[in-house]
């Protein structure tokens, strides 16, 4: 039997982390199957009109890293909390304590180390720079769809069906592609909590693709 060993090792285990780390940005109650604190984030603005959803992430930084000045700002998910793309880049060692500060406050029994090493290394390794991959203007998906079309019909079919309408809890992949920066996180990434593949460690052209794909199916 052939084993990993050494750099090739490491090198999996970390896109494993980078990639949970993503998930437990999307939804890290989720992710860990714990239940959703039950009063809204301390740091969540008061007239914000989501504060059920207020301990994620990505409610206050955005699907595509930039918080206030990213996509959401033509939403109603706007608050006036700045993006994360700042730390891209940046030594996850000076990035995880962040979690445990007073803008976040994450109990142990929330995020325990483990999760804010994924986080860490997701903040510092793992943020796309989604303007290459969606006109950040427009919201347009910059991918080819016709190559889309066949990596979703031999990745993602198999559980959401040819037309995407195949979801138990979700909306149909159509619908969702609406908001083409959370598809290409999740594409990336993988789901919370569910067994869909992260598309993280391919060439980014093919998560890229696949969500200009999914763009066209019915809704
Ligand atoms: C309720 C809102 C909220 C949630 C949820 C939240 N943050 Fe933050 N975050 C903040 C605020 C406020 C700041 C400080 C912004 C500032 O300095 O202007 C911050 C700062 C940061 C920074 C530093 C950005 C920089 O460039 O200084 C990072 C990285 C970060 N958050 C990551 C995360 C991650 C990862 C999660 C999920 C585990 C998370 N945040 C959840 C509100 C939130
Ligand atoms: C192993 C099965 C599986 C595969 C393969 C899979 N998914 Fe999923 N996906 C799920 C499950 C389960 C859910 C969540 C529950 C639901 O909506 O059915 C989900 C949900 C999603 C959602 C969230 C929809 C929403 O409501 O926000 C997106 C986006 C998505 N998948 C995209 C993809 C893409 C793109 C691919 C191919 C690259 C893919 N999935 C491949 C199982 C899978």
Known sequence: MMLLTGAAASAAELESSIA?????????YKE???DRPEAAHAAYPAGGKYPKQSWRCKECHGWDYKGKDGAAAKTDHLVPIKGITGMAGKDPATIAPLFRD??????????????VQDLALFVSKGQMDTAKFIDPASGKPKGNAAKG????????????????????????????SDNPWDMLHKAFNGLPAEAMPA????DPSI???????TQSLPK
Not at 20 to 26: M, V
Not at 102 to 115: M, R, S, T
């Open 199 to 202: 598309l993280r460690s391919l």
């Open 32 to 34: 860990k199957k714990l």
């Open 149 to 176: 079309e066949v990596y979703f019909n031999t990745l993602c079919a198999g559980c959401h069906g040819l037309d995407g309408k195949k979801v138990s809890t979700g909306v149909p992949l159509g619908q969702a």
């Open 102 to 115: 007073k803008n976040h406050g994450f109990a142990p029994e929330q995020l325990n180390d483990k999760d």
């Open 20 to 28: 949970r780390g993503g998930r437990l940005y999307d939804n890290w």
């Open 207 to 213: 998560a890229s693709d696949t969500v200009a794909y």
